[in-house]
T-cell receptor
């Protein structure tokens, strides 16, 4: 079955550390890829998205992600995290050939220590 | 409205009762999604509407769950004979046209079945 996996359940970093959160999906064909963030007590918000073109996409708040088709991956990165980045991060895939819903990974909880 | 609105924000009901959860999407968005999120997990797809019709209801867990979107705008998720296992946050999202467009999420309705 099609699925989205995220490598880490909980990541703990100190401020100014670099971040990379892994995301892999099992869909073939054309996919649209997303990273959503959920800050404590808030709703899901879009960080960035990939539809086509440059595989390195930049999002809000200094986040970026790289689509590597051969690896079925869409890892999220940020060079220097802040305490305010503490949140739950979800990778999601949307693929026309597999219905039109968004399939989410299980999420990675990021805790940034001040 | 400016964003996706869900009501109520919290609902406590007794086992066996019927509940309705409402979603008011962003104006002009033809696609509407319902998801369910349990603690520590990613959103789980329930149903997707394109306009008034349910384009994909493969995520509904059983026939106690039903959703409608009669005029292609507001949607209601209906749960009959609620069970304690139905307790979760129910999320609604809308997007401009489905695949290839990002989804905007509401705050969710926290359903607790006691």
């Amino acid at each position: 079955a099609q699925s989205v996996s995220q490598h880490n359940h909980h990541v703990i970093l100190s401020e100014a550390a670099s971040l990379e959160l892994g995301c892999n999906y099992s869909y073939g064909g054309t996919v649209n890829l997303f990273w959503y963030v959920q800050y404590p007590g808030q709703h899901l918000q879009l960080l960035l998205k990939y539809f086509s073109g440059d595989p390195l996409v930049k999002g809000i708040k200094g986040f970026e992600a790289e689509f590597i088709k051969s690896k079925f991956s869409f890892n999220l990165r940020k060079p220097s995290v802040q305490w305010s980045d503490t949140a739950e991060y979800f990778c999601a895939v949307n693929a026309r050939n597999y219905g039109q819903n968004f399939v989410f990974g299980p999420g990675t909880r990021l805790s940034v220590l001040p | 409205g400016a964003g996706v609105s869900q009501t109520p924000s919290n609902k406590v009901t007794e086992k066996g009762k019927y509940v309705e959860l409402r979603c008011d999407p962003i104006s002009g968005h033809t696609a509407l999604y319902w998801y369910r999120q349990s603690l520590g997990q990613g959103p789980e797809f329930l149903i997707y509407f394109q306009g008034t019709g349910a384009a994909d209801d493969s995520g509904l867990p059983n026939d106690r769950f039903f959703a409608v979107r009669p005029e292609g705008s507001v949607s209601t998720l209906k749960i009959q004979r609620t069970e304690r296992g139905d307790s979760a946050v129910y999320l609604c999202a809308s997007s401009l046209s489905g695949t290839g467009t990002e989804a905007f999420f509401g705050q969710g309705t926290r359903l607790t079945v006691v």
